[in-house]
T-cell receptor, first 110, second 110 residues
């Protein structure tokens, strides 16, 4: 059964720092992996989707990489801003089913 | 712009009531999903549907049923609500492996 771990569980950084969020999963037989952000009490917003043939994706200040063989993905946030404060979730996908980690709660201090 | 809507943001029901949660997407997506989100447990898949009138059990289907009579609408039904079904319920639809979420319904069962 797929298990997804996100480290750290919580992170507090000053504005402007570059940071890395980690996601590891136990079953490497996945097709794709998606990163989301969630603001308190809200739904999830899609950030990046890494498809099975890709190793990374970039959108603005965000870059996500995927290493299926080692069961790891990282989300890199450059030049963090207070507006980046949210919970970040990763979800590897295998045949329709997405398994979610419990997330990294990020706080960026002004 | 992608849009997934859920019928209520907040809902309060009594134990034993039959509860309907509605989800509508306007993107002509084939796949739709229902999750619940609880602190410390993350998002867990209840049911999903990959076509009209088709449904598949997720990881925690007990106490729930679903209906998909039209492509754009996916309903979650709590046949007899119980207090342990108090949770945040999130609906999603997907296209080309990317999931899009609704704003969520916070259900409280008294």
């Amino acid at each position: 059964k797929q298990e997804v771990t996100q480290i750290p569980a919580a992170l507090s950084v000053p504005e402007g720092e570059n940071l890395v969020l980690n996601c590891s999963f136990t079953d490497s037989a996945i097709y794709n992996l998606q990163w989301f952000r969630q603001d308190p009490g809200k739904g999830l917003t899609s950030l990046l989707l890494i498809q099975s043939s890709q190793r990374e994706q970039t959108s603005g200040r965000l870059n996500a990489s995927l290493d299926k063989s080692s069961g790891r993905s990282t989300l890199y946030i450059a030049a963090s801003q207070p507006g980046d404060s949210a919970t970040y979730l990763c979800a590897p996908e295998g045949t329709y089913k997405y398994i979610f980690g419990t997330g990294t709660r990020l706080k960026v201090l002004a | 712009d992608v849009k997934v809507t859920q019928s209520s943001r907040y809902l309060v029901k009594r134990t034993g009531e039959k509860v309907f949660l509605e989800c509508v997407q306007d993107m002509d997506h084939e796949n739709m999903f229902w999750y619940r989100q609880d602190p410390g447990l993350g998002l867990r898949l209840i049911y999903f549907s990959y076509d009209v009138k088709m449904k598949e059990k997720g990881d925690i289907p007990e106490g729930y049923s679903v209906s998909r009579e039209k492509k754009e609408r996916f309903s979650l039904i709590l046949e007899s609500a119980s207090t342990n079904q108090t949770s945040m319920y999130l609906c999603a639809s997907s296209f080309s492996y990317e999931q899009f979420f609704g704003p969520g319904t916070r259900l409280t069962v008294l």
